[in-house]
């Protein structure tokens, strides 16, 4: 039996990837707070599935996954403006040229994500931003690991490809 002490401690484990996963998914904080609030509920009335699971954390994360799909037939829309990827960057702007390059350059690669198919802005996002493993990628989108690679390959090369021409013809 699992008890409450063993959820909590799972629970402060993968809920704020849950939460930056459905935000990344649905565009929006508070869907995304009531996603993870809704996913949490449906896991601690089955709780005791959990022991049984080989992967507590890629289940969960299918489980936020599916509730956000839910959420998107249950609205039928999507705007691709609300839809962006954060980019974060561990390195200190010495100046305010530098922010606005770095800046400059976070919007161009949100923008080009923005472009991607959904499901490769997915595994890109839970490969690059969430650090999960192809195996565990596979797993919550419910894929095969040739698709992860797959996906997140072409994924990484049009971004890639797109950057360059953009930067080549001094594209915004």
């Not at 994360?61 to 691709?80: G, I, W």
């Not at 390195?91 to 976070?106: F, V």
């Amino acid at each position: 039996m699992m008890g409450p002490l063993i959820f909590e401690q799972l629970v402060n484990a993968v809920s704020d990837k849950m939460y930056r996963f459905a935000w990344r998914m649905l565009g929006s904080g508070e869907d995304a707070k009531d996603v993870v609030q809704d996913a949490l509920l449906k896991l601690w009335h089955q709780r005791e599935k959990l022991l049984e699971v080989r992967n507590p954390e890629a289940w969960c994360m299918q489980m936020t996954k599916n509730l956000c799909l839910d959420r998107f037939k249950a609205n039928k829309t999507r705007s691709e403006a609300e839809r962006h990827l954060k980019t974060r960057s561990g390195e200190e702007q010495h100046t305010p040229y530098r922010a606005m390059e770095q800046k400059d350059l976070s919007d161009q690669l949100q923008k080009l994500i923005g472009n991607l198919p959904e499901k490769q802005q997915l595994i890109l996002h839970l490969r690059d931003v969430e650090g999960l493993a192809y195996k565990e990628i596979a797993a919550t989108l419910d894929i095969t690991m040739d698709d992860v690679k797959v996906g997140l390959f072409r994924a990484r090369s049009a971004v890639k490809e797109n950057l360059a021409k953009q930067r080549a013809y001094g594209l915004p």
